[in-house]
């Protein structure tokens, strides 16, 4: 084995022939060396941390660091979910109001006469253009900045809305002519049982006040509007069992109770005279008949005054 020895002298590097037993010396010199190195790392790091490589101080200070970083993750996470939780009501709230504006505007192209397919409310419209900006770079992406825009459109489908009803009251005025007066009987066949007025209920004989006329007639006897105008109601209310309210402007509705099966839907254009729904007796009820009302903005009139002509 030969060391090659580097000086700093003029006699510069100087080569030393080791023996057998030399290099034995040499190679355990080196292993004495390593294991001293590492030693006294070992010592150094005990007098660091007496309790292991690792103190308990220092696996504290991580724990407390670990906790904290949850909790910010748990309070980002409830913030995400309210700020979501509020744009999905507003949503909830447009789609409510496009809904309505949908059916408005149905009715408004009926009686405007549009032909083909020039404005088909159940479809979606046409649209069209380059690709757009990521939500993230667009202006008002922030989640506060975006319900407010949603706020805003919110008012002014409010506002579209309320300018479309009085288009199509206009247009009802107009198409409708005498067909919106109230008149006739919801029944052709049958007979009054009970007027309106104060009467004795049938249930349990004490005198109350009845806000419509009775007609009692076979179960699945055709119930018609009595006038023209749009379905406001179609369903279930206490009382009335399956009902069917016709809205005729200025505030006028009709109302036809205890039917055993309905036939218009919300937001349908009813005519004079047209089938909304059958005889039943559905609620509170003894019989088959129709429960039949007449009410401006929510006050009950009498409805012997309109039963004048049945045609």
Request: include cysteine.
């Amino acid at each position: 084995m030969t060391l090659t020895l580097i000086t700093h002298t003029r006699a510069g590097a100087k080569r030393l022939q080791l023996g057998r037993a030399g290099q034995a010396c040499a190679a355990l010199f080196g292993l004495g060396v390593i294991a001293g190195a590492g030693f006294g790392g070992y010592e150094l790091a005990v007098k660091l941390h007496p309790n292991g490589v690792v103190s308990e101080r220092t696996v504290e200070s991580w724990q407390q660091e670990l906790d904290a970083q949850r909790r910010a993750v748990d309070t980002t996470r409830s913030e995400s979910e309210q700020q979501i939780n509020a744009l999905a009501a507003r949503v909830a709230r447009l789609q409510a109001h496009i809904a309505r504006l949908d059916a408005v505007g149905e009715r408004v192209t009926e009686l405007v006469g549009l032909e083909g397919k020039e404005f088909e409310f159940t479809a979606e419209p046409a649209m069209g253009g380059p690709e757009g900006e990521p939500l993230a770079n667009a202006p008002g992406a922030s989640p506060l900045e975006f319900i407010d825009q949603l706020d805003a459109m919110n008012s002014q489908l409010e506002t579209r809305g309320r300018q479309l009803a009085v288009l199509e009251s206009l247009l009802l005025d107009k198409h409708m002519g005498t067909e919106k007066l109230i008149s006739g009987h919801p029944v052709n066949s049958g007979y009054i049982s009970s007027y309106f007025g104060y009467r004795s209920d049938p249930f349990h004989g004490n005198t109350t006040w009845h806000k419509g006329i009775d007609f009692v007639a076979p179960e699945g006897t055709d119930v018609m509007a009595t006038a023209a105008g749009v379905v406001v109601f179609a369903g279930v209310k206490d009382g009335y069992g399956n009902v069917v309210e016709v809205g005729h402007g200025d505030g006028l509705v009709t109302r036809y109770g205890h039917n055993s099966k309905l036939v218009v839907k919300v937001g349908e254009l009813v005519r004079k005279g047209q089938v909304i729904a059958k005889v039943g007796s559905t609620g509170r009820s003894t019989a088959p008949h129709v429960h039949y009302e007449v009410l401006r903005d929510g006050l009950f009139l009498n409805p012997a005054k309109y039963l004048g002509d049945k045609s």
